[in-house]
């Protein structure tokens, strides 16, 4: 047996399984295991000499294996993150420097924002913030000029607009800026923001890639030698590095990625229709919905449904009587996991949304049991 993890004629499910893997090893484990260390023995050569690893902050086995698989997926070279978070800060202050201009997602995940307003302008980088729907716009009219770094996040969350990354990746090229995309709704079976132009993607892997609920996990992927070596030393000197049981496990949880994001997306299809027809429900977003306003961009430019969906009942009420009534729906915040959540955006106070907003992500439990389950916990 030989190993071509190149090949892109692969189907998602064998790529999540077998993404970044090298040449089957006779009497080695199908996947190595992890190498639990801190310092690595030197012996009598200078640190690094040969290649060999030394200290675990800046390079050790088990994260490569990980890194080569999730860059793999991406399709560019990925440095791994202790969080999503320390991967969008990576990529904020790695690649921008006192007053560049920054422009960022106002609708985008909350805590970028408030990263960039307490720390990022301390430092002064000068931010500004473009709705993902209107991105696009603010880019053809050359309104990009002048930027160093532009983030997208699309679909956004929580409200999962969409931006066309190709024609802004155009756009930021032209104006000489950096084009770097948050692809944590989509993961990279979803889209693959490399492809469509962007210099950098950049996930909080705590989210569907992983999707177990139990890690905190992000990283940043890109083709350019220059920004991952700049994103590198970055990582080295701040310690953001994962440590080896964290990548492990992130690798193992990786392997069932197509089949989770297959369940997750059935039942987010089947719970967009269901809230779409209730009574109860004001408005439902989900970008694979019909008539959906992120339903075009998104058939064109993603590869596959998500399993996250918006939607807006009455109040905060309304919204606690269904997690009182739920017998599946769980109330936490986060997505992407195997169990289904509801989460009731305003409680959290950072984004721009109505107290009865919710973000429900579909888990892979059975449809017909979810379905039921939020039908009952909606009541008629
Ligand atoms: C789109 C997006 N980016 C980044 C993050 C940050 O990830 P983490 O919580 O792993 O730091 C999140 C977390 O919810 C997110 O939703």
Same mark, same amino acid.
């Given at each position: ?11 998602d ?10 040449p089957p090893?006779?009497g080695?484990p199908l ?6 260390a ?5 012996g ?5 000499a040969?290649g060999?690893?030394a200290?675990?902050?800046?390079e050790?086995?088990?994260?490569r294996?990980?890194e080569?698989?999730?860059g793999?997926l ?10 999503g978070?320390?991967?969008v800060s990576?990529?904020?202050?790695a ?13 985008g995940?909350y805590?970028t924002?408030v990263l960039?307003a307490?720390?990022?302008?301390r ?5 500004e913030?473009?709705?993902?729907r209107?991105?696009?716009?603010v880019?053809?009219?050359?309104g990009l000029?002048?930027?160093r ?14 931006c066309d ?5 155009r756009?930021?090229r ?6 770097a ?5 989509a993961t990279p079976?979803?889209?693959?923001p490399?492809?469509?132009g962007?210099?950098l993607?950049v996930?909080?892997?705590t ?9 905190l996990?992000?990283?940043v992927?890109?083709r350019d ?6 994103l ?10 994962p ?6 496990l992130?690798?193992?949880s ?6 989770r ?6 039942? #987010? ?11 109860? @429900?004001?408005?439902?977003r ?6 959906d306003p992120?339903f075009e ?6 590869l596959r449904?998500?399993? @996250?969906v918006s #939607?807006?009942?009455a ?8 997690l009182?009534r ?24 950072g ?5 009865g907003?919710?973000r ?6 059975d ?9 009952a916990a909606?009541?008629?």
């Amino acid at each position: 047996m030989s190993s071509d993890t190149s090949s892109a004629s692969w189907g998602d499910g064998t790529r999540s399984v077998h993404a970044g893997e090298g040449p089957p090893v006779p009497g080695a484990p199908l996947r190595p295991s992890p190498v639990f260390a801190a310092p690595f023995h030197l012996g009598d050569r200078p640190p690094r000499a040969g290649g060999a690893d030394a200290y675990a902050r800046t390079e050790q086995p088990t994260l490569r294996v990980f890194e080569e698989a999730v860059g793999a997926l991406d399709g560019g070279r990925c440095l791994s993150f202790a969080t999503g978070m320390a991967a969008v800060s990576a990529v904020l202050l790695a690649s921008a420097r006192a007053g560049d201009r920054v422009v960022l997602p106002s609708d985008g995940y909350y805590a970028t924002r408030v990263l960039a307003a307490e720390e990022l302008e301390r430092f002064g980088l000068r931010i500004e913030h473009v709705p993902t729907r209107e991105i696009g716009d603010v880019a053809a009219r050359g309104g990009l000029e002048g930027a160093r770094l532009v983030l997208l996040e699309t679909p956004s969350n929580p409200e999962l607009d969409v931006c066309d990354i190709a024609a802004v990746a155009r756009a930021t090229r032209a104006a000489g800026a950096l084009l770097a995309v948050d692809n944590t709704t989509a993961t990279p079976l979803g889209q693959r923001p490399l492809d469509l132009g962007a210099d950098l993607v950049v996930a909080s892997d705590t989210k569907a890639l992983t999707g177990h609920s139990d890690l905190l996990l992000g990283h940043v992927s890109t083709r350019d030698g220059e920004l991952h070596a700049r994103l590198k030393s970055w990582r080295d000197h701040t310690g953001g590095t994962p440590g080896p049981f964290e990548a492990w496990l992130g690798h193992r949880s990786m392997s069932t990625l197509d089949l989770r994001l297959t369940r997750q997306a059935a039942n #987010a299809a089947a719970v967009a229709e269901l809230l779409a027809g209730h009574p109860a @429900v004001h408005r439902v977003r989900w970008p694979w919905l019909a008539g959906d306003p992120s339903f075009e961009l998104a058939a064109r430019q993603m590869l596959r449904p998500g399993g @996250v969906v918006s #939607a807006e009942l009455a109040d905060e009420d309304a919204v606690a009587r269904l997690l009182a009534r739920t017998r599946i729906w769980a109330a936490a915040t986060s997505f992407g996991g195997v169990h289904s959540t509801v989460d009731r955006r305003a409680q959290w106070g950072g984004d721009a949304v109505a107290p009865g907003f919710v973000r429900l992500s579909c888990g892979i439990e059975d449809t017909d049991d979810l379905v039921a389950d939020l039908a009952a916990a909606l009541g008629r």
